[in-house]
């Protein structure tokens, strides 16, 4: 009776935890259409593009759908009309490059592996049964392994690694269906002809009908870069010297406008390739028919990123756990914020010349960006005692270290407890308290060597004015590096065919921090089948 009674109450848990669940559920699915709704429209409203691209593959996809449901085209083509349906969806993508890249391998790769396969049907055609099925399983060996070696080739897998996979998988159906089909051919045949015409589809919804170049989201992402760089650079030269007294809260990475802006250049690589490499596809669009510098694209990213790492170490400077008070920060605050501003100044011209196709300024590295790093260093060498220190306070300090370790060594027998660490000597003697357990004491040798580290590094005078030294010698190296990336966006322009800078071309920048808006466009991807 007991057993029954517990499998009784189990069951009735069983079905209220059921009942719970379906409640949730059914809850949960009266929000979806509120839910799906607004991030429907954020998707649309970030990039409009994203709407007329999908208006695009619906139509691709009906217009092929014709051949399998008009009757007169499904006679001329059969059943292989189904393969063009598939050749839109897998091959239509985002921008023209993408599409370009993917048709092109997928056509070609397609005609390489019948034109190879009818002449292996050939010469297997001309031999008896058994030598046959040898010779086509030998040539399926053969091409399969060849092919597959050859994906390991830097070049190949860059830029025809979809065109192998297809030639792949055309070559062994055709080939090794050829022998118990007697119409392989007559299949091959139309599946060329319905992958030619999904191809073609693609080709001119994706080159003829509100094209997307990869190419030109390749040059508005640099620019997204310069801006977000600029932007960082502000926001941290502007928190570091704000006047707020308020409490550092933890704030999570995402959250942060800083982190965003240079966010982007960190993490720029593999999307700037993969639209240098389908940029390098399309054909030349441009008003004077200029070819599309891809390469030089990369190179500058490159160089962005070296710089954007410096961003990232001068973001960190206000999060370290040793920081300068604020009254030795207000010394040098005014001639901090102005050099940061006129990095960020120059930053932005670097990003209109870019958006606009004109050369930078000769001048684009003014005589105001040389005052401020010359007030920087006379301010830094007015200071001396906050970087160079006093010897006296030093022995001082130094003395008042020793003596820690002494009392550290006098009580290792009985253990020893760190309940607070001050800078100053007279504070040193009021840290022993006993421990009876060897646990208790393990424990407390390590929790003592941090605390250890943090009063040989509080006791010295000058250690109020090293934060402060690698936050000014991070802008000078901002600084040092701005010359590099000018010469890199001259290339460009160079290559590209920039046209001449004209002072009318000149931009006014603000020195206000803006918000950063981080929605950059995410090209969808149908995958490689």
């Not at 409009?48 to 092929?64: A, N, W």
């Not at 059943?79 to 063009?84: K, L, M, R, Y």
Request: charged letters at 20%; proline letters at 3%; one cysteine or more.
């Amino acid at each position: 009776m007991e057993m029954a009674m517990d499998r009784n109450g189990d069951s009735t848990n069983t079905m209220g935890d059921c009942g719970k669940r379906i409640k949730i559920f059914a809850q949960k699915m009266k929000r979806f259409p509120g839910l799906v709704w607004p991030m429907m429209w954020k998707v649309g409203r970030e990039d409009p593009r994203r709407v007329i691209h999908s208006l695009k593959v619906g139509l691709s996809l009906t217009l092929v759908s014709l051949l399998y449901l008009m009757e007169p085209l499904f006679k001329g083509i059969g059943q292989s009309a189904i393969w063009a349906v598939m050749t839109v969806v897998v091959v239509l993508e985002f921008t023209a490059g993408a599409t370009l890249c993917k048709g092109l391998n997928r056509g070609f790769g397609t005609l390489l592996a019948g034109s190879l396969a009818f002449f292996i049907e050939y010469v297997a055609n001309e031999s008896g049964r058994v030598f046959r099925a040898i010779f086509i399983g030998a040539a399926v060996f053969v091409i399969g392994a060849a092919a597959t070696y050859m994906r390991f080739f830097p070049y190949i897998k860059r830029n025809y690694d979809y065109g192998v996979v297809i030639f792949l998988l055309t070559f062994n159906l055709i080939t090794v269906s050829s022998y118990r089909d007697e119409n392989v051919l007559r299949i091959a045949h139309d599946r060329f002809y319905s992958i030619a015409i999904g191809c073609g589809v693609c080709l001119f919804m994706s080159l003829l009908i509100f094209p997307n170049w990869s190419g030109e989201d390749l040059n508005h992402s640099t620019v997204f870069k310069f801006e977000g760089l600029a932007k960082s650079i502000a926001g941290c030269v502007d928190e570091y010297f704000s006047d707020s007294n308020t409490e550092v809260t933890e704030v999570k990475s995402s959250e942060d406008p800083i982190y965003e802006g240079y966010k982007a250049v960190l993490d720029s690589k593999s999307i700037d390739e993969m639209l240098a490499l389908h940029a390098s596809w399309e054909p030349r669009h441009s008003r004077y028919c200029h070819r599309f510098p891809w390469q030089q694209y990369v190179k500058l990213g490159a160089v962005l990123r070296q710089f954007g790492y410096t961003v990232v170490a001068l973001h960190g400077c206000l999060q370290t756990e040793i920081q300068t008070p604020r009254s030795v920060r207000a010394l040098f605050k005014d001639p901090c914020i102005r050099l940061a501003r006129e990095v960020s100044k120059v930053l932005m011209e670097l990003a209109d010349s870019i958006r606009k196709r004109c050369h930078c300024s000769p001048v684009i590295l003014s005589d105001h960006l040389h005052e401020a790093l010359q007030d920087l260093n006379i301010a830094i060498n007015s200071q001396p005692r906050l970087f160079l220190g006093s010897n006296n306070n030093q022995a001082t300090n130094m003395l008042a270290l020793a003596a820690a370790h002494a009392s550290q060594k006098q009580q290792k027998g009985s253990g020893v407890s760190l309940s607070s660490v001050k800078t100053d000597s007279s504070a040193l003697s009021d840290w022993k308290t006993k421990r009876d357990s060897e646990q208790s004491k393990e424990a407390e040798r390590k929790f003592l060597r941090p605390q250890l580290s943090k009063i040989a590094i509080t006791s010295l005078e000058f250690s109020e004015a090293l934060p402060f030294a690698a936050f000014a010698s991070l802008l000078v190296e901002m600084v040092a590096k701005l010359d590099q990336i000018i010469e890199e966006v001259e290339e460009l322009g160079r290559t590209a065919c920039f046209k001449e800078y004209q002072h009318s071309d000149k931009i006014v920048v603000t020195c206000e921090t803006p918000r950063i808006n981080v929605a950059q466009n995410n090209l969808p991807s149908h995958g490689p089948d």
